[in-house]
């Protein structure tokens, strides 16, 4: 017996090929979804989530409300907030008061901001040191490609110090789109991530975290940060059928963090990476929220 269509005809062989590759993706989802909802109970955190607008486009869920209202129908419990405005402004006190009340009027205890500092400005350390005592951030978020600084400048090596007594998590942006995306004459380079390890070795104590990173770090260059010190990363750029079952063989499971890169990117996206990766409990529990509190500890 064989189906046959005029545009394109398929043996009986084939088709039960299909098939079972078709039940063979059913049940892999299926066990992401069951994993999911037996490890989800402490609720999702997501470490990689911006307000404000981005400087070219629009996006559906750049309205702190809706963004929040969508983050909690996903089951987010908390979310590490960056703002879309400390990659251009050049007033980062504005963008990061801006950035805590935000997270305050909108986020009702959810939102967590993580302010922007760039060590090339003048009196940048006074707001690092405004950013923890008087809005009382967790952590950091930098852009060097935006900010036109290598991760040899001693006012880097500087800044992840002071972080680090301060001890506030700090989260280092490779890149925040596809090239392809970009605009014309917003072409920004990824950061050069050469340089990073003789700065971590410099900084014991420090909590650091890849965002956006999956897209060009990956394999020994990835493996060698990992082991250079308490270094994480989330998966909102991570591609590939099995993505985070696959980068699981390169970096332990405690490194792995969820996060979604909204609204820039879908949610659903970074969500669907964990349903379609066959991970066990533990695994699922680490990265869903138990690895960013860690961190937070």
Same mark, same amino acid.
């Given at each position: ?49 911006? &307000?404000?607008?981005? *400087?070219?486009?629009?996006?559906? %869920?750049?309205?702190?409300? =809706?963004?929040?209202?969508? @983050? #909690? ?112 004459? &917003?072409?920004?380079? *990824?950061?050069?991530?050469?340089? %990073?390890?003789?700065?971590? =070795?410099?900084?014991?104590? @420090? #909590? ?90």
């Amino acid at each position: 017996m064989e189906y046959r269509n005029s545009a394109s005809p398929i043996e009986r062989r084939d088709f039960l090929k299909l098939a079972a590759v078709s039940a063979g993706l059913l049940t892999v989802g299926q066990m992401g979804n069951a994993a999911t909802s037996r490890a989800g109970s402490p609720g999702l955190i997501d470490v990689n989530v911006n &307000l404000s607008r981005w *400087p070219t486009r629009r996006l559906p %869920l750049d309205d702190p409300e =809706k963004l929040v209202a969508r @983050l #909690r129908s996903r089951g987010v419990t908390q979310a590490w907030a960056g703002s879309f405005d400390g990659l251009l402004h050049k007033d980062l006190t504005a963008v990061n008061a801006r950035l805590a009340e935000e997270c305050r009027r909108h986020g009702r205890g959810m939102l967590l901001p993580f302010g922007s500092i760039n060590p090339t400005q003048p009196d940048w350390d006074e707001e690092l040191s405004r950013c923890a005592e008087v809005h009382r951030m967790r952590g950091i978020r930098l852009h060097p490609n935006y900010h036109g600084y290598k991760l040899d400048d001693p006012a880097f090596a500087r800044l992840l110090k002071l972080a680090t007594e301060r001890k506030q998590i700090v989260q280092l942006a490779l890149v925040m789109e596809d090239e392809r995306m970009m605009h014309p004459l &917003l072409r920004v380079e *990824p950061v050069d991530t050469a340089l %990073l390890v003789s700065v971590l =070795k410099q900084t014991p104590g @420090l #909590r650091l975290v890849l965002v956006n990173s999956l897209h060009t770090l990956r394999g020994d260059a990835l493996r060698t940060l990992i082991a250079a010190g308490d270094v994480s990363v989330e998966i909102s750029m991570l591609e590939g059928v099995g993505g985070v079952a696959s980068l699981l063989e390169q970096v332990p499971a405690s490194r792995v963090i969820f996060g979604s890169h909204a609204p820039l990117f879908y949610f659903e996206s970074a969500e669907l990476k964990l349903k379609e990766s066959p991970l066990t409990i533990e695994q699922m529990r680490a990265i869903r929220s138990g690895n960013a509190k860690r961190l937070l500890a």
